[in-house]
Each structure stands twice: as C-alpha cells, then as structure tokens.
C-alpha cells in the first residue's frame, strides 16, 4: 500500500541551526512529492514541490529538497532555522495514477525553535 | 490570491446531532476536497467532488455524507456525530487536473468537538 513516513514526529532546534526533516515514501513507481507547512492555526501552505528533473529543489521561505530514488526519500533542509519556522512540516506524495489530485500526507512533524 | 474559507473556525456538538460544515472557494476550481487532520496520522482524504453534484470516496467516507450543489460550495456532513468524529477538518479547493498534477490550496480548518 502507498504510504508516507515521517520518523520524527517532533523536533527542536535552535535558532540559526540548520534543520534537517525527514520523509520516506512507499510506492510502485516515483509519485510527484511535496512538503507542506502548517502555521498555528492556518491552513497548509506549500512549500515544495517534486514532479521530475532536478532532484534538489528549492521552495519558499529558504526552504530545500532533496529527491533521493535509491533511499526513497525527499527530506526537507534549511541552512539556518528561523523562530517563525515553527510549525508542523507535513511530506506528502500524489501517485502518477490519482487522476484527481490525490493526495497521500505523512503524520507530520512538529518542529520547536529556541531562541 | 486564492481563497478558501471555511464557515467555523471551532465547533462544539453533542453526540446525535447533524452536523455541516461548510467549505467555499472563490478561484472557480473544479476540485473540492474535505480532509481530517489527527495527531500522529497526518491528512486523511474523507470524500472529494471534480464538479458539481459529483462526488468521490476517500479514504475514511465512513459516518460522512458530502454536497456539492455549486462549484464554489462543497459541504460535509455527519449525519449523526460521534466522539470519535472530534477532529480538525480541512478543505481544499484545485483546478482540474490536465494530465499534472495541481496545487491544492487549504483552508485553515474548523476544529469540530462532538461531546
């Protein structure tokens, strides 16, 4: 069955830390892969997208992602975390077959930031 | 800048009672979507619409019911509230798929407690 991973359900850094968030994926084929952000008390907002080419791609808010086929992963980096970074990360996949948009969402992580 | 609102931001209920809760866009997308968001399992994908009156299963349909009767209106209903329907539930709204996938954008969700 098709599924997301998020191992970390919640992580603390510290402001100006780099961040690292994890995603694995299960699926036949290489479905298109995004990441999400949900604020306190908004709704998701993307951040980026995977569909083909580039397996490094860039997003908003200095966000990255790195596409890696052979470990199924597209884990989710920033250089240099920022307090209003915190929030709930959520990887999701959309298989080639969805026909409409299907969306398939991790469980999340819920990320802290130090001052 | 595209929109979608939802009618509540919290609700509370009592075990029994019909429930709507009500979803509109204004970018004149094709595609509707009602998500429940729980903690440790992410997005759950309840019943979709790709046009008006029509309408499709998720993955957790189960106890919902769904409406369409505009193309910018897409309610959910539980006909008969359970506790375990306390959620926070997410709509969102996509133009029609045209062979890629597009974005979906969410509303910030309402926070249903069924007493």
């Known amino acids: 069955a098709q599924s997301v991973t998020q191992p970390d359900i919640h992580i603390t850094v510290s402001e100006g830390a780099s961040l690292e968030l994890r995603c694995n994926y299960s699926?036949?084929?290489?479905?298109?892969l995004f990441w999400y952000v949900q604020s306190p008390g908004q709704g998701l907002q993307l951040l980026l997208k995977?569909?083909?080419?580039?397996?490094l791609v860039q997003g908003i808010k200095g966000f990255e992602a790195e596409f890696k086929r052979s470990q199924s992963s597209f884990n989710l980096r920033k250089p240099s975390v920022h307090w209003s970074d915190a929030a709930e990360y959520f990887c999701?996949?959309?298989?080639?077959?969805?026909?409409?948009?299907?969306?398939?969402f991790g469980a999340g992580t819920r990320l802290a930031v130090h001052p | 800048d595209v929109k979608v609102t939802q009618s509540s931001r919290y609700l509370v209920k009592r075990t029994g009672e019909k429930v709507f809760l009500e979803c509109v866009q204004d970018?004149?997308?094709?595609?509707m979507f009602w998500y429940r968001q729980d903690p440790g399992l992410g997005l759950r994908l309840i019943y979709f619409s790709y046009d008006v009156k029509m309408k499709e299963k998720g993955d957790i349909p189960e106890g919902y019911s769904v409406s369409r009767e505009k193309k910018e209106r897409f309610s959910l209903i539980l006909e008969s509230a359970s506790t375990n329907q306390t959620s926070m539930y997410l709509c969102a709204s996509s133009p029609r798929s045209q062979g890629t996938y597009n974005e979906q954008f969410f509303g910030p969700g309402t926070r249903l407690t069924v007493l």
């Open positions: 699926y036949g084929a290489t479905p298109y």
């Open positions: 995977y569909f083909s080419g580039d397996t």
């Open positions: 970018m004149d997308h094709e595609n």
């Open positions: 999701a996949v959309a298989p080639l077959s969805g026909g409409y948009n299907k969306l398939i």
